[in-house]
T-cell receptor, first 115, second 111 residues
Framework: AQSVAQPEDQVNVAEGNPLTVKCTYS??????LFWYVQYPNRGLQFLLK??????LVKGSYGFEAEFNKSQTSFHLKKPSALVSDSALYFC?????????????FGAGTRLFVKA | EAGVAQSPRYKIIEKRQSVAFWCNPI?????LYWYQQILGQGPKLLIQ????????DSQLPKDRFSAERLKGVDSTLKIQPAKLEDSAVYLC?????????FGPGTRLTVL
């Protein structure tokens, strides 16, 4: 069965510093991996995805993520955090190797960027 | 391009009452999802439609929840009767290629 873990409930970082939000996954086949961001009272917004190809994926708002197959990780990163990046971030995985269509979401990590 | 529309945005009901949510996906998106997001948790898939057919409803509590997508466009999700633990945000999403687009959600409070 597929699963995804976000080990940190909350990440605190100062504005201008680099940020990392961690995600690990478990699938039996090949993964499609996603990051979404959720602002208060808003739906989830797509940030980036890994399907195949280059392990470093660049997405919206300066975010990027690195797919690491050996460590089964897909950590979200940004070189310089902004206060406006403060939000709830969700990692998600879809196991396409088994022909499934279900996307499983992590529990979320709340990012606080302090000015 | 218009996004995924959902209504109502907020709903407060008492337990044992019924409630229905509506979703209008992005035009042309064949796949539609309903998720339940309980406070402090990630979204949990309730049901997935491909056009007007159900692909996955394994996590839908079928004794009280029902959903339909007549004509393969709009969809409704109904809860009858509601329980306290149904308090959550109900998210609708539609999909093009591998990317899901989410609506703003309906926040349900069951008293």
């Amino acid at each position: 069965a597929q699963s995804v873990a976000q080990p940190e409930d909350q990440v605190n970082v100062a504005e201008g510093n680099p940020l990392t939000v961690k995600c690990t996954y478990s699938v039996s086949g090949n993964p499609y991996l996603f990051w979404y961001v959720q602002y208060p009272n808003r739906g989830l917004q797509f940030l980036l995805k890994y399907i195949t190809g280059d392990n470093l994926v660049k997405g919206s708002y300066g975010f990027e993520a690195e797919f690491n197959k050996s460590q089964t990780s897909f950590h979200l990163k940004k070189p310089s955090a902004l206060v406006s990046d403060s939000a709830l971030y969700f990692c998600a995985v879809r196991d396409v190797g088994t022909g499934g269509f279900k996307t499983i979401f992590g529990a979320g990590t709340r990012l606080f960027v302090k000015a | 391009e218009a996004g995924v529309a959902q209504s109502p945005r907020y709903k407060i009901i008492e337990k044992r009452q019924s409630v229905a949510f509506w979703c209008n996906p992005i035009s042309g998106h064949a796949t539609l999802y309903w998720y339940q997001q309980i406070l402090g948790q990630g979204p949990k898939l309730l049901i997935q439609f491909q056009n007007n057919g159900v692909v996955d409803d394994s996590q839908l509590p079928k004794d009280r929840f029902s959903a339909e997508r007549l004509k393969g466009v709009d969809s409704t999700l109904k809860i009858q009767p509601a329980k306290l633990e149904d308090s959550a945000v109900y998210l609708c999403a539609s999909q093009m290629a591998s990317e899901q687009f989410f609506g703003p959600g309906t926040r349900l409070t069951v008293l």
